[in-house]
């Protein structure tokens, strides 16, 4: 019988762990811990997510700021930002919404973010720390499925990960988490080039999928009893809904599911533990500011 990873329901839980830590700190006079986000022009997905790590932030009792700033910034305007954010003492933690718009430079300005406050855990310093196996702000989305993985128990020692993408965001970081001393994998990562893709992803006891194509991994591509975590979210039109669309992953669920183990759904598996991660991130950060 296939288990769900239900990042929905892990996410609730750990919010209120976080909002009982916020409450305990403002209630010894202390200030809560403050996120910020920076978005750059009025791209609806970037507006919903920065919209949904708003109403999250309020939920365990964070102050909350969003910089909303025109598409045509100019990009020595949008770091002049960046560096007003990192001398801010009562902002413990930020994030710039990607994507950018194209005539700025995504790397320039995430170099640009102090370390001591990069949430998203994104700059040059908290990669190469994370590399290294030191302490460090790991990248939500990573962090989100480490979590999902560690929380529900799935054994992962020894056990054969196969890791579909290699973007920063997510396939390089969490291909390397999960190789690491507490999680123990043997890692595969696999990507758009790989040759004989399908006989690999047989092979994966725990499956990462995020290459960013609705519906890319079929039945045939996946071992009995697998773990299957699937991290890409496409909206597709849907007539019969409200909104006009549904939501799909990068994995055909309705083929898929019933061969796993357990399985992230869509939505509601990894998404809601990417936001939660930032949050985990920003409590870390203020609790270091204070050191």
Known sequence: MTEILDGKALALQIKEEIANEVRQLVA????????????????????????????????VGFTSSVYRLPEKISERELLETIQFLNNDPDIDGFIVQLPLPKHINEQRVINAISPDKDVDGFTPVNIGRMVLGEDCFVPATPMGICTLLKRYGIETAG???VVIGRS??????????????????TVTMCHSRTRNLAELTRQADILVVAIGKPEFITADMVKPDAVLVDVGIHRVPDASKKN????????KHSEVDSKCSWVTPVPGGVGPLTIVSLLQN????????HE
Do not use: Q, W
């Open 159 to 161: 056990k054969h990960c």
């Open 28 to 59: 010894a006079d202390h200030r809560a811990p403050h996120l910020a986000a920076v978005i750059v022009g009025e791209d609806g997905a970037s507006m919903t997510y920065v919209a949904n790590k708003e109403k999250s932030s309020h939920e």
């Open 282 to 289: 920003t409590l870390k950060a203020y609790h270091k500011s």
């Open 244 to 251: 006009g669309y549904r939501v799909i992953g990068d994995v």
């Open 168 to 185: 920063n965001i997510v396939g390089t970081p969490v291909a390397n988490l999960l190789s690491r001393k507490g999680f123990d994998c």
